[in-house]
Each structure stands twice: as structure tokens, then as C-alpha cells.
């Protein structure tokens, strides 16, 4: 039997009475994974059915069958489900805030004051987004992206207006310490003519594309096509204008209901090329992040010890024997020191 006090929790209270409903007609399987959806509904509203069945020890199938005898079409309809119920309340659940007690300030703070129905919102609609990205993503097509920015001697541009500004510089940060040549794309100090001037044939431009769209974004794009170079665009829908003009698109919806759109995903997408950029070239990038700490010890001050003790050991591996999956593990630790 499941446990009453889960069962009859009012964080899914809808699906609680199908469980119950259906119990005497559920399987061990299906117990299994209304336990587990049931002791932590938030965290079932974000995640795949390939994690709810890990978590519930059964396959994906069974998952998808779960969803089927309750009445839905099948998973992704009863996580939808759970997820409008969390944004129609705006609530966090407890095991997410991990909010202690502090008096009775915070004990008279009613559930569904402003700060709390947009910092729920928000939170939904970003975890929303990120699992959105990761199922609809194509992986052959994210490989080729990397596969391009890592390519040796390859120059990028990176460009971003408006809101894909901060996006672009933190791809530019990211890229340069993985030992890409990439260049930020400056229209506004340059002028236009002298920045797409600097594009040349089999040259990389990478362009942030968020509503509403700068149209200089469209400019250079087209004009990185007419010179022959390659075009990468990272945008928040598949409606965007320049999506006909760019050779790779990668699609990273952040729509809600706030009127300040999210850029998490986008930023998601440029980390995680870069972490597969380090997978790609785990030898080069080591090389580079050495010579890099090597010439310029009159940063050390600002030198973490992580950082040291990674790049600072005697390096004896050969290319043929080099761990990847050590080397990519020990930069990304000390990534968040590069910044």
C-alpha cells in the first residue's frame, strides 16, 4: 500500500485522488513510481520519464504506462499536469526552499505573497525551459557546434545586441579559455563596415539572438553567408527572423508568463558547448590553460589552490594514454576560477 500521508498530500492533490482511485488496480511498478512522484511532486514536474523510472527502479516504459492508467495520454501529460498546478499556486515546496525557521516573520509571510509568486514562477519556468532544451535538443547537431568552435585555427566572432550582450561576453570569456580564438563582435566602437569587415572566409560567427531581435544581428549574419563563413545562432525561438540566415541554430525557448524574459537557457547552451569543446580537445586545452598560468605568475595572488594544484603538476602523459574523461573533470572543477 502507498503511504495515506503521501497519498493524500495537498502538493498534488489531483493526481493523489487518481493514485487512489486506481489502487487497487496498480501494479508493483506503478506503486514504485507513485511513491516516488508523490514524496517530491515539484522535483516530478521537472523531470524526464528516463528519471522518474531511475528513481523508481522501473524502466521508462512502465513509466510511460503509469502514466496511461491514471487516465493521462501518458507521462509528459501528467507531468504537465503536476507543473500548471505549481505555476497556477506559485509555491515552493519544501524540499526545494530549504527554508529555515526564522520566527514569526517568516511564519506570517502568506504562501502566495508577490516574492514568493515570482521567485516560484521564475524558478518553474527556468527548470521548464532547461528540460525543454535537453529533450528537444539534437544532440548530432550540438556535437557539430562544438565541433566547429573547437575547430584548430578556427576564428570566432561572437555577437550579441541588447540582451545577447551579456551572453556574448560570457561566450567570449568561456571560449578564450578553451583555447578558441574567438573575438567579440563590436559594431559600436568600430562601426558596422570595419566589424563585418573582420569576417572572412571560413571564419565562425557565433550570434545571441533574443527578442526582439536587433536587426544588425541579421546584418552580419547575412553578411558572414556572402563572405563564405560559417554562421552559428543561439535564439529563443524557431520564429526568430534570422534563423534562415544561420548554417547552425540552436533553439533555446525561455517564454513565460514574467514580463523579463529568461536568459538561462541560452546561457545553459554556450556552457555547455564549451564543456564539450574541453571534452573534444582535452590535451590542447590543458596545453593552453598551462601556458597561460605560466606566463603570467604575477597573477597568483588571484590564484586559487584548486587551479594550482591542477595546472601546476608535472604533466607525463601522452596523447595516447591521456585520460579525457580525468583531464575535462580537473578543468572544469576549477572552471569557476577562470572567470
Known sequence: MLDPTIASSDHASALASRIRDAQTSLSENDRAIAATILRDPFVAAFSTAEQV?????????AVARFGMRLGYAGYTELRQNLRNRWLERGDFD????????????????S???????????????????????????????????AEL????????????????????AHALLLLRWVDCDARLFRPGELGLRLALAAIEPRHVVLAFALRRYPRVTG???EHARERGAVSMLITDSINCPFVRLADQVLVCDSAGSLLIDSSIPAM??????CDLILHLSPERVETYVRR?????????????????????RPTL?????VDTTKVGEDLIRCRGRFR
Open 317 to 321: 602523459r601522452s596523447v595516447a594514454s
Open 111 to 145: 504562501a502566495s505573497s508577490p516574492a514568493r509568486k515570482i521567485l516560484a514562477t521564475r524558478l518553474a519556468q527556468d527548470i521548464g525551459s532547461l528540460t525543454r532544451l535537453v529533450e528537444q535538443l539534437d544532440p548530432p547537431g550540438f556535437a557539430r557546434c
Open 53 to 61: 523510472a531511475r528513481a523508481s527502479g522501473v524502466s521508462k516504459a
Open 292 to 312: 597561460v598560468h605560466e606566463r603570467t605568475r604575477a597573477a597568483d595572488f588571484d590564484d586559487a589552490d584548486v587551479t594550482a594544484e591542477v595546472l601546476r
Open 219 to 221: 546584418v552580419a549574419l
Open 149 to 168: 568552435l573547437a575547430r584548430p585555427n578556427a576564428i570566432i566572432h561572437v555577437l550579441g545586441e541588447r540582451r545577447g550582450y551579456p551572453l556574448a
Open 94 to 109: 519544501r524540499s526545494v526552499a530549504r527554508e529555515p525557521a526564522a520566527g514569526p516573520a517568516v511564519e506570517q509571510a
Open 268 to 273: 545553459f547552451c554556450i556552457e555547455a558547448l
